[in-house]
């Protein structure tokens, strides 16, 4: 079945934030990568895909799995330029590499986002450790469906959140 | 690994809902159980758990995993016997089997509860193939890492939810 | 207009929980009456109108605002009995005073609920300071239009919740 | 008490979106005016006061209420331009009219923002008919709260939003 799946092309980079060399899928194989496609004024990328990303980053570090974000800005370009990107991964916290799609020639759709065939964004698009395309979806992941997709894809987990204890009941104490 | 995993303590139950015979662990060596327990009256439970055990059960069916629940009953007995569960779980549209936990003799933790030392509810179990316990945990578990785990432990996936559109900017549409 | 509204037929009462002596609208005369008809087992009540109930008696306790609660069982009646609906108090926190709707004779609908004509639950009733009844709305109330129009109805605030700072952006400290 | 509000300084504008003639708070004496203060790369704002402000302004259109956004940078002013916040209001949907807050001279604090004592973002300011401050909050704002305080300054309600029917039980019909 993996050898059915198409291989991922190379990201085209304009340039990267939050790493101190560019990234290249070459660069990352034996991993899975999960690629992040998003607008910083899209939001539903705002309020979903992206705390999902910063949540993924956070408890699969070290586990085999990168995650990395491409900026596909294709309408709207003067409001969302590098430097307002920059801010915003600022405000937003967000630590992962962060790619910004180079501008496609003569149309408004960046040159990775076209040559995924990205519908819009968010996209979230997973890579297997052998570079091949194991998902691509357009729209919001669930959090659970998402985790066991990965999970089962490779020994994805390294990590754990702890459990939230709002409305917990403990024996001889009643609940919260 | 597995080796060092303990066994799970066989189920002992009251009674039995949304299964028309009674299930047993032994009798689901080969797939990943995923055990919550639960009371209807515990709020942390109504809020996050039942609906990750619903979800679980939604897109994990005919996955190899198996959810099931269980009334660990612990305090307010009168108030939460099996005629006010079953109410429960036709409203709350709760569709995977559920175990009544047999009562304490002589003190209010149920058998099953005490047996694999829950401290209270929510409390998720997961046991692996083996019939071992790969995983326990009080509180709400996070959905994406609880995936992780789970696809990890296994080929468990077999289904996914549809991406939301919530929010999603389209090329040529724009933002939803 | 107020003498448009209906009159607020009094309350038909088994027991009360939550109050040393019963309590009858015509004692509130003068105060405006959020009146919230409940099902313990109503998965939008205890989801969404529940909660804002119990943010209301906290906000707008002193203010002129009596906030009251009625279980108006209208289905599975052995499933939520008061002893259930005692530890259901208990377990959710709920402080405000809260009435059990007086049985039905011959007919699974309790008097109360018939009395004012509710479709079903979570119902909300607000009764002006003459007696009458200013709003009456069946499902989840969206909780800046109702307070809005509480605030409007009298002179309803005394209270405020503090600002949440999640998120927040201070000058020469950047965002939360 | 009125009479001891401080008086609301003039808003000091640099350009208005969503507006054919520029706005003055002079001009809308006799409303209760709310002024939501932001930055569109503002987590807090983004999530939760916009929305609020949003809601705001559909429930309580042709009431009394006239709801204004003021987009006061005081940090990243480069990422945040009147051509990315154009974009931002047309992404979020923002229809209300909004001020870009006039920059200061030599200071990153734009004008109106220092004249009010604004600490940061979000904040919102509530402005009684006579042009006085009635409330000033930094934060989010809880919903039924800032309805209760705004339904009670004047007749601030002329609308409503329609009730939610998730998870609601009717007679005859069980729980949705």
Not at 99 to 120: F, S
Request: include cysteine.
């Amino acid at each position: 079945m993996t050898s059915e799946r198409p291989l991922a092309p190379e990201l085209q980079v304009q340039r990267w934030f939050n790493t101190p060399t560019p990234i290249t899928l070459a660069g990352l194989r034996g991993k899975i990568v999960v690629l992040h496609a998003f607008q910083m004024l899209c939001p539903g990328c705002v309020a979903h895909s992206i705390p999902q990303a910063k949540k993924l980053h956070e408890i699969a570090r070290g586990g085999g799995v990168q995650v990395l974000g491409i900026h596909t800005v294709f309408e709207h370009h003067e409001a969302m330029t590098p430097v307002s990107l920059e801010a915003f991964l600022h405000e937003y916290r967000i630590a992962f590499p962060v790619a910004v799609d180079a501008p496609g020639e003569g149309r408004p759709i960046p040159k990775t986002m076209a040559d995924y065939g990205m519908r819009g964004t968010p996209t979230t698009i997973v890579i297997d450790p052998a570079g091949r395309i194991a998902r691509h979806s357009f729209g919001a992941e669930d959090d659970l469906a998402f985790g066991l997709f990965l999970g089962d894809l490779a020994a994805a987990r390294s990590g754990a959140l702890p459990a939230a204890e709002a409305g917990i009941c403990k024996i001889d104490e009643g609940c919260a």
